[in-house]
């Protein structure tokens, strides 16, 4: 199982991004689908995260400006990023958690996208 994530890059503050997440090869079933982010000198954080269901969980300081959702068809999930600001500059990773046969679960990274916010 890869991740592929892209869909970053530069933007001023106000702007808009949306990530993309694309999933390959064979998963028994998904548990979670995420987003985190990593500044430079700063610990990874999660960003946002969907579970199976649709539950989302979003960090405070994105709430109201990020959405987070998933497309089963296209094994795809999505970020999109509103109203952007300077500390929301940082690298962003998809996170995925699944369940690879009825008894096991692993953790899958992608591989980062960066995300620059300025002017």
């Known amino acids: 199982v890869q991740l592929q994530a892209y869909g970053g890059g530069w933007v001023q503050p106000g702007g808009s991004l949306r990530l993309s997440c694309v999933r390959s090869?064979?998963?028994?079933?998904?548990?979670?689908v995420g987003w985190y982010r990593q500044a430079p000198g700063k610990q990874r954080e999660l960003v946002a995260d969907i579970v199976t269901g649709g539950s989302t969980t979003y960090a405070d300081s994105v709430k109201g400006r990020f959405t987070i959702s998933r497309d089963h068809d296209k094994k795809t999930a999505y970020l999109q990023m509103n109203s952007l600001k300077p500390e929301d500059t940082a690298v962003y990773y998809c996170r995925l958690r699944a369940t690879v046969n009825p008894l096991f679960e692993n953790i899958y990274w992608g591989q980062g996208t960066q995300v620059t916010v300025s002017s």
């Open positions: 090869g064979t998963i028994f079933s998904t548990i979670a």
